[in-house]
């Protein structure tokens, strides 16, 4: 039920013909190794950059440069992330292309767009170590 109210919430938001749904582990195999730049979709405007340490790690900078470190994990049909700074929140997004474009959309509604990948390192000053 629930995945059907996600497919439905998202053939709405936008035309069906240019989107395909990736599964967790398609969207993994572009991040992993990676760090991909999300903006707020379609308004704009930076959310954050991520570097995809390896499938189950990350590193998260928000907008206002606070760092954190998060735990992915697959919760088909999702991409989860649970971070140091919000540990009792798993922050799920269904990933897909859409002309051309790699986009996220939240279990919510919320869309982000990947407007960059590259394999540059991020520098946190204030990341939780463990």
């Known amino acids: 039920m629930r995945s059907g109210l ?3 919430a998202l053939s709405l938001a936008l035309p069906a013909a240019a989107q395909t749904l990736l599964t967790p582990d398609e969207f993994l195999d572009r991040a992993e190794s990676r760090t991909l730049t999300f903006e707020d979709w379609p308004a ?6 991520e570097e995809f340490l390896s499938r189950q790690h990350s590193r998260w900078v928000h907008a206002d440069g606070h760092c ?3 735990q992915i994990t697959v919760e088909a049909p999702y991409v989860c992330f649970r971070y140091e700074d ?3 929140r798993a922050h799920c997004w269904l990933p897909f292309d859409y002309e051309g474009k790699l986009l996220v959309q939240s279990p919510e509604g919320n869309v982000q767009m990947v407007t960059e990948v590259t394999r540059r390192p991020l520098i946190c000053g204030d990341a939780p170590i463990s």
């Open 6 to 8: 996600l497919a439905l």
């Open 68 to 70: 954190t470190r998060g």
């Open 44 to 49: 704009g405007g930076l959310v954050g950059v």
């Open 86 to 88: 919000d540990p009792g």
